[in-house]
């Protein structure tokens, strides 16, 4: 099977869309440890990026990627356009990261 493409954009150059087969999600809920929470809070206070939070984001992100990438293949995309992540917090040290688009068939221009 061909790798799946997943774009922002709502076409896909030098492919033409042909067929619409609806919007597809992927979700992961993150949580961080009280170890991160310190070293970030540190970080805050000193200045600097939290390697820690940017790892636990990277890895909801792929995670999402993934459900998504099953659930567009399931229905036989080869592509998701219009993609696009949201990030939420639902409760303290939770967060949730979700990526929506629609998932196509396309043929080569």
Known sequence: MAELIITTTDSLEGHSVTEYLGVVSGEAVIGA???????????????????????????????????????????????????????????EGMLWVNLSGTAVKTRSE
């Open 33 to 91: 440890n009280v170890v991160s929470d310190i070293a970030a809070g540190i970080r805050d206070v000193v200045g600097g990026r939290s390697g820690s939070y940017e790892k636990k984001i990277e890895t909801g992100r792929r995670e999402a990627i993934n459900d998504l990438e099953a659930e567009a293949a399931d229905l036989g995309a080869d592509a998701v356009i219009g993609a696009s992540f949201d990030y939420e917090e639902m409760a």
